[in-house]
Each structure stands twice: as structure tokens, then as C-alpha cells.
């Protein structure tokens, strides 16, 4: 865990795997979702866009190898990176077929100065074949597969739509530990209907899950989904700035320290954002968690009860 920052996160757990700074640059790599295509429905999570949380570059016929190249340029401008991973983030990353995976996969890890895959994905689309395919790259690259599983609360899951359950997302960690495949799960704070008592219960069923890291995420509203209808008729209200940051806190406080913290609030794009405002103001979120922690002397781990 890095003392400083109080908790274990993920910058500072990949430089001591490789010794340098290592960014992620996103994919996407043009395919669907069970909740979109009409498999499960075509509505959506109600907070997620057409374009499913990610860049719409294969809509605009943009190579895998492309958008890396470009992605790798900007990196290397930015923070003068050498070494990056594939990150394949846009809707869902195994809803394909084995032979469709292994081109994206094979594609990206071809380019230059990467050393690792994240695949972003459901815990409904996800079996002992695909999962097979994966292990496969992880004597030779560091790899990453990111669970959505938003809430451990089954009655939250109905109300977005999210079209599976926890038992899933549980099923779904069983049978992907022990594979030599690291495990994120992605959680939101502030969806609708939750109270504090739940948002910190997800917390503390995810520490005893397995899992190797965990995405916090802020529910912000997005123009054009079923959340912003929500919203402009009274029926959503965000979380407050401070509020968020002090359900983080607490959040972190019930995750033991091993568990690395990929990212601790959103970051939306500012032309499709509705509400709260302060959510484009990642840095001043940021470091008001890291005050936060700091007066209260608290860290990760520090309420966890294994």
C-alpha cells in the first residue's frame, strides 16, 4: 500500500511490476452487449450511451492497431511512457467468439512497448473457453479481466437494468481465480435507491470475493440515457461532492490493502455530462479523498475484518 496516498493504487503497483511508469491506452474494438443487442434487452444500463461508455472509433473505422498508435503518441507526450497496456474498455470484451477475441487481442499485444491486457467485460459473458483463451497470455503478459458488476445488491441491479446478479458476478470471480488472470471489479456509488449501509455492504461482500482490484465509480448523468430522463424529471439526484468523497473513504476502509485501486472516482467527458458539475473536477475530487483520509487518519484496510 503506498502511505502516502493511503491506499494500495494502481500507478504505483505497476511501476514496481516493471519499473516505470505504464499506461493503459483504450480500445475499442466494435462489438455489442447482451443488454443492447436484444439478447437481454435493448435498453441498456440506464446510465450507459450509445456509445458504451467508450471512444466510437470502430464506428469510425478505426483499426485496433490505429487507435494504439495514436493512443501510445499521446502517452508518450503526456507522461513519456514506454510501456503500455491494451486496455479493451468499450461495451463488452468477451461477448464473441473465441476466434474474434484472440485477433483483438493478438493485434493489440503486437504493437509497440505493450506488456499487458485489461478486458473490460460482464460476468455474463464469460466461460471456461474464453477463459482458457485469456490464461493464455499470462506466462508472457500481465493481464487484467474487469468485471462490471456495479452493486452487490440484486434489487439495485433489477432497477438498472443491468441484466444479471450478484450470484453471477460471484460464479463468474470462481471461476476465473486461480488462472493466473487478475481480477477488477467495477462498482458505482450513488445509484438510485442506494443508501450509505448499502454502498459500504458491496464493499464489504467484494473484500471476501478474491478479487485483485477494484474500479470506484462516481454515477454521473450522461445526455441521452434512460438515467437522464431520470434526472430532468426529479426522479435521480446526484451525490454531492463532499458526500461522494467521504462514502469513499469509508469504502476504502473495508477493502483490504492488498486490493489494488484502480481508479477511485469518474471522469466524464464534459459535452455529454448533465450532472453533478463537480464531476468534471476529478483532480479537486481527488485530492479532497486524499485530505479526507489524511484528517481522519484513516487507510485501506483499516475497518476490514478478514
Known sequence: MDKQKRYSDYNTYLRRLFGQRVQKITIDAGLSCPNRDGTLSRKGCI???????????AARGISITDQIRAGRTAMVKKYKAKKFLAYFQSYTNTYTTCERMKQMYDEALACEGMVGLAIGTRPDCIDGQKLDLIQSYTDRYLVWLEYGLQSAHDSTLELINRGHGFRQFADAVEMTSGRGINICAHVILGLPGETRKMML??????AGTGVNGVKIHLLYVIKGTILDRMWQKGEYTPMEQQEYVDIVCDFLELLPENIIIQRITGDPHSDELRAPEWAVRYRQTFNMIQHTLEKRDSFQGMRYKG
Open 47 to 57: 446510465y450507459c450511451n450509445q456509445k458504451g461508455s467508450g471512444t466510437g472509433m
Open 201 to 206: 455492504e458491496t464493499a464489504s461482500i467484494l
